[in-house]
């Protein structure tokens, strides 16, 4: 299994970036695929989750009408974008597979590596 984000950067306050996630080895369509961030000093959050399976997606409150989930089968690739960047995104994004969510809590099958996002205020 294999999973790559790529699309972090600096970008100053108000901007815009698209995060990709690129995935391999397992059954793209079947997976629960999201996005995670975790900022220094603070516990990992979940941004955006979406079920290949049945469309459905989740978004943290913090990204709600900020933030766009969305997928290529295709590709096996998964993106994030975001929009009306805060100086609060900043973090490092993780791509998980393989999600189920317990209550508030989120477990993942497969992690990537994590991109960094930095927005300048």
């Known amino acids: 299994v294999r999973i790559v984000e790529s699309g972090g950067g600096v970008v100053q306050a108000g901007g815009s970036l698209r995060l990709s996630c690129a995935t391999s080895?397992?059954?793209?369509?079947?997976?629960?695929i999201g996005w995670f961030r975790q900022a220094p000093g603070k516990e990992r959050e979940a941004v955006s989750c979406?079920?290949?399976?049945?469309?459905?997606?989740y978004y943290a409150d913090s990204v709600k009408g900020r933030f766009t989930t969305s997928s290529d089968n295709a590709k096996n690739t998964v993106y994030l974008q975001m929009n009306s960047l805060k100086p609060d995104d900043t973090a490092i994004y993780y791509c998980a597979a393989g999600l189920r969510q317990y209550g508030s809590r989120w477990s993942g099958d497969y992690w990537g590596q994590g991109t960094q996002v930095t927005v300048s205020s």
């Open positions: 979406l079920s290949n399976r049945d469309g459905i997606r």
């Open positions: 080895g397992f059954t793209f369509g079947d997976y629960t």
